[in-house]
Nanobody, 114 residues
């Protein structure tokens, strides 16, 4: 079992920045990858970025060059630095940890105003 607690969402203007945090607890040594997904109103949840246990990051094409995923192993925390935010980035962002299945956080709202 893994528990995930997100923080850092909020309201920002177009072009602004936010940093999301996700702290993991529980069976953290079994985690293969941690990352972020998002779900906009009326849309399916989509992959944003993840980082493997070996430290390799992956990004959706829509956020490459704007978002950066990183981790602090000592704090069992993953971060998502989001720059140059656009209104289309507005969504609930969910932290995810993959072991034999995906564990989800509760979600944090990100709203980008135009």
């Amino acid at each position: 079992q893994v528990q995930l607690v997100e923080s850092g969402g909020g309201l920002v203007q177009t072009g602004g920045s936010l940093r999301l945090s996700c702290a993991a607890s529980g069976s953290i040594f079994s985690i293969n990858a941690m990352g972020w997904y998002r779900q906009a109103p009326g849309k399916q949840r989509e992959f944003v970025a993840d980082i493997t246990s070996g430290g390799s990051p992956h990004y959706a094409d829509s956020v490459k060059g704007r978002f950066t995923i990183s981790r602090d192993i000592a704090k069992n925390t993953v971060y998502l630095q989001m720059n140059s935010l656009k209104p289309e980035d507005t969504a609930v962002f969910y932290c995810a940890a993959t072991i034999t299945r995906i564990y989800w956080g509760q979600g944090t709202q990100v709203t980008v105003s135009s």
